[in-house]
């Protein structure tokens, strides 16, 4: 791509490559078995990401459009489905690290294969509404799992013995600057997407909503400050806790934030760079929203509500720092719809409407979102228990 043009300056053929390449780029270097090796339910294989992305193209986009279409493997359309039930049946997720075959370089070949036939078809049809819309989407769809490979690939190699590194490690993290508040006056404001270049459906409609007035910490939550909520006795203090939340902390003896122990008198964390010394300065990550919530009311604050969040990353610009690129950060808004929200038609509706329930709003970004791929009305959600997604906080108070 050409340093110089944003990602969405690029005709779509011209995106559509940098976007496939950037995921092959990603897994470059990794062995078959890196590749195969699933760590828990909720974990994909590095295998499985590769060919679900290709999945998309080939049953959204190719089997609709493409002239003459044949399945490169019609085994695949079950094989490689996560969750549209309107395509049809599914493998098990918890499974797919027990499929061995295809192989890795069968999967490659999957890849190359499409990519082909979608440069044939945008030769072609790139301009028409529905193409462009489609692939754009798909686009989109394997930034998300992008990141998605990197947290799974990180999560699995926390589990092995080694401790092993995936990149070369990192200089220490800038001191964090002292945490100041924003403040904000609310009144009504409007938040969802503007209709400026691409947005999930699940963003839309942009609506009014009712602000009380509200303050914003300029900065995340560091290592450090964590460190002192858990000597303080924070993981022990059922007052802090929401009640399922203290029920999870003490059903799994949790102590500390994912990946980190306690060697000797001093804390580690295990990074895409190996085991490292916990950095006091580094924003604290890996957190669930049971644990985002305690620190939070521990500190005297709250977590900020979705509205809050948006309307002040709108405002603040770049005084609001660490909105991207650190850590998604969790609020304390429920995953529900938009009034007059839309599911997109046809079986891609099943994207994002379906999961509204159970599921907690997080924003921002974090650094392993790929670039170009955030925005401040971006609706990222999980369950208020998950911990492996790069998730940390912002601290808000009442004015």
């Not at 895409?272 to 005297?300: C, F, K, M, T």
Request: hydrophobic share 45%.
């Amino acid at each position: 791509m050409n340093a110089a043009l944003p990602l969405a300056a690029l005709s779509l053929a011209a995106r559509y490559a940098h976007v496939r390449a950037h995921t092959e780029a990603l897994v470059k270097g990794l062995s078959e078995a890196d590749c195969q090796a699933q760590s828990m339910p909720d974990a994909s294989p590095v295998k499985w990401h590769l060919a679900h992305t290709t999945w998309f193209f080939e049953t959204f986009v190719l089997a609709a459009h493409e002239p003459g279409f044949r399945p490169v493997d019609p085994a695949f359309r079950v094989l490689f489905n996560s969750y549209y039930n309107a395509v049809g049946d599914k493998h098990p997720r918890p499974q797919r690290g027990l499929v061995t075959r295809p192989g890795l370089a069968e999967v490659m070949a999957y890849r190359r294969a499409i990519d082909e036939r979608m440069a044939a078809l945008l030769a072609h049809a790139g301009a028409a509404d529905n193409v462009a819309a489609l692939v754009t989407l798909g686009l989109h769809h394997e930034q998300q799992h992008q990141e998605l490979i990197a947290t799974d690939f990180l999560h699995l190699l926390s589990l092995n013995p080694l401790q092993p590194a995936w990149h070369a490690g990192p200089p220490a993290a800038a001191a964090a600057p002292p945490m100041a508040w924003l403040a904000f006056e609310g009144g009504l404001v409007d938040i969802g997407h503007t209709g400026e270049g691409f947005a999930f459906d699940n963003e839309t409609p942009r609506h009014r909503v009712w602000l009380r007035p509200y303050r914003l910490a300029t900065r995340l939550v560091t290592n450090g400050e964590w460190l002192a909520f858990v000597a303080d006795g924070g993981y022990r203090d059922p007052q802090l806790w929401l009640a399922a939340g203290w029920d999870w902390c003490m059903a799994q003896g949790i102590e500390a934030p994912l990946y980190w122990r306690r060697d000797g008198d001093a804390w580690t964390v295990f990074t895409r760079h190996g085991r490292q010394p916990l950095d006091p300065e580094a924003p604290v990550g890996h957190v669930s929203l049971y644990e985002a919530d305690a620190y939070a009311r521990w500190a005297g604050a709250r977590l900020p509500t979705e509205a809050e969040w948006e309307h002040a990353a709108a405002q603040a610009g770049e005084a609001l720092a660490q909105a991207h690129g650190e850590r998604w950060q969790w609020t304390a808004g429920a995953y529900a719809p938009y009034p007059g929200f839309q599911p997109w038609a046809g079986a891609v509706g099943e994207y994002n409407g379906k999961f509204m329930i159970d599921q907690t709003v997080l924003r921002g970004s974090s650094w392993a979102t790929p670039p170009g791929h955030a925005r401040d009305s971006y609706r990222n959600f999980f369950p208020s228990p998950m911990r492996w997604q790069f998730t940390g906080l912002r601290l808000a108070q009442d004015a």
